[in-house]
């Protein structure tokens, strides 16, 4: 018996469960690119990438029995791939869109980015937030609280036990700073005096000031509520239950933001509830310069999409997608003029500014953020803390 006749002895063998295994390879493929969602890319990448992927999940079931053990890893490839990021985007952080400076914090500490995209380190930091006209920061550290120009000029410090959710509220003459150390939530003036513990527990939710002269503030409790009080006299005002990761005060001060994993709620200044948006895992959520709108980003994990939407008239009116894309997008950021929406696409490694109005949407962006901001391309994405008029 020569070579030839043992080959085709062999080809014509049928091994037990093959045709059922080609039946599942086919599924598999059909399945993968029905829920694949495609990304414009030049022809001449896209189909040899399809192709190549589409072979290898053919090949992977038909020689493994379960079909389905390779699904998970072509699916990923596919996810990365998706990930192309805005295109024409500037190839670094040039300038902004909108006047203003950034506040955003690398694995290097905080930074402020100007409006021609000059940025200055402040130093070691975890955390940080603007004061309310922008004149001034305040910075957190493990056990300590600074507050700086935003040159970097210290003004003055405090030590505390593991200081968090430090934010600055008030008027230009009357300031107060709220944080919260070893689970109290304090309050000190904006000149450094007079430190104090206002609630002796508070939930570990950053608080979060009513814009204006009223020193209010909005807090989360350990047992599951949330409370408007008076910080000068301690007088409860309002308040309602839910467990709350972010709490913010709309710009006129008449309504709150209570964002949960599951669902955006707002209240008005009392705690009565007025607006419910849920579908997708909420991620962060911001007021616009127009006091009725709301921007926000949900992330589908089974299609590994994020999206940033808009609701108009305090998150009553219908939502509003403004962008989407493949990946994670952290946080959403308004401009001081109330006309820019900042992304932070951490799997593009991209700030994308979004602008809506007149029927149309502009989108443009800054890549290699990562690199940057943390001086390497490595590293934990820069988080935006804020965008301040000044």
Do not use: C
């Not at 080809?11 to 399945?31: D, K, Y």
């Not at 189909?47 to 699916?75: D, E, F, H, K, S």
């Not at 001081?336 to 696409?345: F, Q």
């Amino acid at each position: 018996m020569n070579d030839s006749t043992v080959r085709r002895s062999l080809m014509s063998v049928v091994v037990p469960g093959e045709l059922e295994a080609r039946r599942r390879g086919w599924t598999v493929v059909r399945e993968v690119f029905e829920d694949h969602e495609p990304v414009p890319q030049p022809i001449s990448r896209r189909w040899p990438i399809a192709v190549a992927a589409a072979g290898a999940v053919v090949i992977a079931a038909a020689i493994t029995p379960p079909g389905r053990a390779v699904l998970g890893g072509v699916r990923d490839a596919i996810g990365r791939e998706q990930v192309v990021g805005v295109k024409n985007a500037q190839p670094s952080l040039f300038s902004l869109p909108a006047k203003g400076r950034v506040l955003a914090v690398s694995t290097r500490g905080p930074w402020v980015v100007n409006p021609d995209g000059s940025k200055r380190l402040l130093g070691a930091y975890r955390d940080v937030s603007w004061s309310p006209l922008g004149k001034f920061v305040v910075a957190t550290k493990a056990n300590e609280l600074d507050t700086l120009e935003p040159g970097g000029r210290l003004h003055w410090s405090i030590a505390k036990p593991g200081i968090t959710g430090a934010r600055w509220g008030g008027t230009a003459t009357d300031t107060r700073i709220a944080y919260l150390s070893g689970g109290a939530l304090h309050v000190i003036g904006g000149d450094g005096r007079g430190d104090r513990i206002v609630v002796a527990h508070a939930a570990a939710v950053a608080p979060a000031w009513k814009p204006g002269d009223a020193h209010l503030l909005v807090y989360a409790t350990p047992d599951a509520h949330v409370r408007i009080i008076d910080a000068d006299s301690g007088h409860v005002s309002g308040g309602w239950e839910g467990s709350p990761k972010q709490l913010a005060f709309s710009p006129e001060g008449k309504s709150v933001l209570a964002r949960s994993a599951g669902a955006l709620d707002v209240y008005n200044a009392i705690g009565f509830h007025t607006a419910h948006i849920e579908g997708g895992h909420f991620v962060d959520a911001a007021w616009g310069g127009t006091p009725s709108t709301l921007a926000y980003v949900t992330f589908d994990p089974a299609t590994n999409r994020s999206t940033v939407w808009a609701a108009g008239r305090g998150g009553e009116a219908r939502p509003q997608e403004l962008f989407g894309g493949a990946g994670r997008i952290s946080s959403v950021t308004w401009s001081p003029d109330g006309r820019w929406v900042l992304a932070s696409w951490d799997s593009a490694d991209q700030w994308v500014f979004i602008r809506s109005g007149d029927g149309a949407t502009k989108v443009v962006a800054r890549s290699s953020i990562t690199e940057q901001l943390n001086g390497h391309p490595g590293g934990t994405f820069p988080a935006v803390a804020g965008w301040s008029a000044r």
